[in-house]
């Protein structure tokens, strides 16, 4: 057991968690920062990030009004309006903040501007991007300015557990503190297996989203919901998460990689069109802006051609593209379809929709807030309320970097205020033991994925809703019963956490008596009048 002190603890080093360092690095130069990351420093969704950032730049054509209601239109009613309106009129600073630092994004062939693409719901081409890898360059430049700033250390393989509140203190505290306050967190290193208590003024949860808990993602392995889930088991609010986003075209590969590779929005905007096998389109049964409507209609009208025609896939054809311009802007994804023997210049690339995005999460305010006193959140793991019923693509680069931001400077002038918490325990593991079977765990984790796939997917109905909140209570108790009894380990706590996202998603889910975005129900196909954000 370990005990460290910071000043300011960030729980995750994507985009969300290394903006947020460095801005709150060169605003408290004294103070030190202390990032944890569960793996390495540069795994994150962002690293994955292909079609780029969606942020107003030509203003000849584009102005802030149009990306708002874009961004209202595919949130199905369900946006917080003034969030959508920082997002948007806030961005464009960000992103020239991020290009100053060095991020490149792809300029127009011999010339000084910067090539804007297209994506699903866009009505106007607002996308900065760096080829298809657009989040590995993001990450890259996030990662060389934070080692600029002297005060931040990060420390990798480190595994927040749970956060640490007045619970872990007793009864004197609690009446006397109103509200939740948050003292830090108990993470395990995961190079030396202790248990390290990690006391801090502030904490600031950027731990991403929780795509794992499908069995077919195109988020990395990273992402298992731990920052819902501490912060649901803190006591916090947790929003929306009967909204996920089904990606529509992750590359169908027998094989089942996990995780999925993801065949960027980007190529549809650049005219890759969705076919059946047969080579027919399809979109237009489905909406009139076809193959570049928002993703949860494409998401659906897939499902529904798969399940109609009992196939496993449906296709992106490409083949009428110039083969020059696709290699420039796609490089990743054509490398990727020819190592498992599909050209895109002469096949159509099979694909298959697969779980991508987190909407729902932790309740923050316009300042990154949660429920807690002392905890903020920024990035995926958040409900900001600008996604609603369904993202607009690209939009999410561009939250976590404004969230940052904002939570950083809404820190000026309360920090300082904020003791550390000395009186907190030590994390107590006794009576537990090494665990016997490791199968436990894994095929936990394999029923579980299975459960919310089957049942949780992008058609719901009561029937399946209530079976898998069935099959999930017997998880839990199963889990909590080895938690109790067994030595913590990543595997472990990753199964504990998406267990409880899983319920969150589901227990959200039946509470809607509706369909709204990405969440389609066959009990009520309709809209309801009135809509709120279900809160848990
Ligand atoms: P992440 O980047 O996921 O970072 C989370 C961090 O938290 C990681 O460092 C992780 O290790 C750490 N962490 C998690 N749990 C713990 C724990 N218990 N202890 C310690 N550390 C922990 N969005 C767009 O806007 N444009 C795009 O083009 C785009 N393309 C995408 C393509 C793919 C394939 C994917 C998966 C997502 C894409 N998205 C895109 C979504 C976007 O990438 C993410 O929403 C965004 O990067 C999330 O950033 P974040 O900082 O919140 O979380
Ligand atoms: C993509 O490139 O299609 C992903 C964009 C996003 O998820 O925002």
Known sequence: MTRTKTDILVLGSGIAGLTFAIK????????????????????????????????????????????????LDAGDGLCKTDIVRIVVEEGPERVREIIGWGAHFDKE????????????GHSEQRILHYKDLTGWEMQRTLMEEAKKCPNITVSE??????????????????????????????????????????????????????????KSTTNPVIATGDGVAMAY??????????????HPTSLYNPAGDNPSFLVSEAVRGFGGILKTAEGEEFMQHYDPRLSLAPRDIVARAIDSEMKKRGTECMYLDCRHLNKEDFLAHFPTIYEKCKSIGIDPMENMIPIVPACHYTCGGVLVDEYGHTSIHRLYA????????????????????????????????????????????????????????????????????????????????????????K??????????????????????????????????????????????????????????????????????
């Open 109 to 120: 062939k011999g010339s000084t501007e910067y090539d804007l693409a297209r994506e699903g």
């Open 24 to 71: 709150a690095s060169r605003l408290f130069p004294d103070r030190q920062i202390l990032v944890l990351t569960k793996t390495v420093e540069g795994e994150s969704n962002t690293r994955y990030a292909q079609g780029g950032v969606a942020a107003v730049w030509d203003l000849e054509k584009d102005n802030f009004e149009k990306h708002i209601a874009d961004t």
């Open 157 to 214: 393989h480190c595994f927040a557990l749970d956060l640490i509140t007045q619970h872990h203190l007793g009864r004197m505290v609690i009446r006397v503190t109103p509200g939740i306050e948050c003292y830090g967190c108990y993470a395990l290193n995961k190079q030396n297996g202790d248990i390290d208590t990690i006391l801090a003024r502030v904490t600031v949860l950027c731990t991403g989203g929780a795509g794992q808990v499908y």
């Open 233 to 246: 088991r803190a006591k916090g609010r947790v929003e929306g998460m009967e909204f996920i986003q089904f």
């Open 467 to 536: 079976r898998a909140l069935d099959r999930l209570f017997l998880l839990y108790q199963e889990t909590e019963e080895l938690y109790k009894t067994t030595t913590i380990s990543p595997q472990l706590m990753e199964l504990r956490n998406l267990i409880t996202v899983a319920y969150l998603i589901t227990r959200s889910a039946s509470h809607r008596r509706e369909s709204r975005g990405l969440h389609y129900t066959t009990d009520y196909p309709e809209q309801l009048p009135f809509v709120e954000y279900s809160v848990l």
């Open 378 to 465: 920024a990035g995926e793991c958040t409900s900001t309320g600008l996604h609603g019923a369904n993202r607009l693509a690209s939009n999410s680069l561009l939250e976590g970097m404004v969230f940052a931001h904002r939570v950083a400077h809404d820190l000026v002038g309360k920090l300082d205020a904020w003791e550390l918490q000395e009186g907190i325990p030590d994390w107590n593991a006794e009576g537990t033991t090494d665990p016997q079977e490791m199968v436990l765990i894994t095929q936990g984790l394999k029923e579980l994925r299975e459960i919310m796939s089957y049942y949780v997917g992008i058609v719901r109905s009561n029937v399946r809703l």
